[in-house]
């Protein structure tokens, strides 16, 4: 379990996030509607958090909190002074009773960003009334949402489809409303001559499109063929748009292929920086 409490002008927040032994995450934020100290805000958040675990029936629990005041004051290192303090640590006390097994551990903030990250969003909204959400699904964007990165599905190019928009003007099957409007928008950069498809560059100059198959025939070639340079993955996909060649992933698939070629990898520039700061040293 991590928890983190948050106080701004807004007013407190309070949030923490159960993750369960198969990698299963149930966050838990609650706005705190009285005002109180960022460390009462803290002791909130871990009883929120026991709570929880509570509820869960979970009997055996790993604590982290990057509140070093709550750590170690629950530990016994510290000495508790304060009349809030001391309540909030003996109802803290009394529901690790409900536990068989139970750890605190201090952690770093960088190491308990999400909690922090809903304890700060709750801590900043207005909110009148109880609102319930869903647990947060986060996903990892790998690449601009705009970006045409299109895959190669039955062993057809990765440019069928707007191929075949621009001679029939047809949409492919099952594509829905978002699809047909991608595809529309993309098509625009496209040029179609016969059954060669080309794609229009910043300077109006056309590109041949090219297949999977071809493109690391190309990319072979240029890098590492009779003239190759051996150039890096950059330089690479431009060297093969000014030969006239395009296809979606170009610059990926180029740094990918330099970074698995061999005479690359045992010839590139060695980092010449010592590991660690120097010093000196007189001698005796």
Known sequence: MYFDGAVNSTGPGIGTV???????????AVKVNFSCTNNVAEYE??????????????????????????????????KTKDAKLVLCCGYLEELTENFEKISFTYTPRMKNQFADTLATLTSMVSITKEN???????????SLAHCDAIEAIDAKPWYEDIKNFLQTSQYPPFADRRDRKKLRRL?????????????RSFDATLLQCIDEHE?????EEVHR?????????????KKLMRLGYYWSTMKTDCVKDVRHCH?????????????????PKATP
């Open 132 to 142: 319930l959400i869903e647990p947060l699904e986060i996903e990892i964007a790998r």
């Open 187 to 199: 098509a625009i950069h496209y040029f179609l001559s016969g059954e060669t498809l080309y794609r």
């Open 45 to 78: 958040a871990c009883i929120l958090g026991l709570q929880a675990a509570i509820d869960f029936k979970v009997k055996e629990l790993e604590v982290f909190g990057d509140s070093m005041l709550t750590i170690f004051q629950k530990l016994g290192q510290w």
């Open 18 to 28: 159960l993750i369960s032994p198969d990698g299963r995450y149930y966050p838990v």
């Open 225 to 237: 063929g009779s003239c190759g340079p051996y150039m890096n993955g950059l330089m690479l996909a």
């Open 263 to 279: 005479l690359c990898q045992v010839y590139a520039d060695q980092i010449k920086a010592p590991p660690n700061e120097l010093h």
């Open 215 to 219: 493109a690391r025939r190309l990319t």
